[in-house]
């Protein structure tokens, strides 16, 4: 061959892998997909670090997992409205109170009354969980009153509430 002078296809030489060659080839790629498969989910992810739900949306997306009975998933949601809004907690309370939990949501019935004094509903539902196990009647009276008191406007309401309860007294 001249210096000088540049290669054609014609020019190069046949390269021949032995047997052993194609097998190691062979194996390196197998295992290479092998691991792909494996290992796919190991893969590097997208990690989202912001919600892109306002707290009011995982409210309402709550009342709508609420509304077809998917209650764990209505709690979720409720939950992550809860970081920002007091009212998810009377919500979570409700959730509780449809499960028979009641202890559950005797709690978060009052977290909603510590959290936010002037929440007429917290009272209310509170009351109506007593009246519904047949206990503190006293108390469950006092509340409806006091609901009565911070929300004129949902008299009616509360007031069937406190009918309820002081015929369950009267029944003692």
Known sequence: MEENRLLDVADRKTVRYSFASKRIYFTCVV?????????????????????PLSPEEHLNLGVA?????????ALKEYEKASKKLTIAYLYMGNIY????????????????????????????NLAWLYYTRRENLDEAEDLTL???????LKKDIYQDTLEKIRTAMQGE
Not at 107 to 122: G, L, Q, R
Not at 146 to 152: F, G, Q, W
């Open 65 to 73: 997992y609420e509304q077809n009975k998917e209650f764990d998933s």
């Open 31 to 51: 295992s290479t997909i092998c691991c792909l498969l494996m290992f796919g989910c190991a893969l590097p992810r997208i990690i989202v670090l912001d919600d």
């Open 146 to 152: 006091k609901a009565i008191e911070l929300n004129p």
């Open 97 to 124: 109170f449809l499960k028979n939990e009641y202890s559950e949501a005797e709690s978060f019935y009052k977290k909603v009354i510590d959290k936010d004094p002037k929440n007429a509903d917290a009272y209310n």
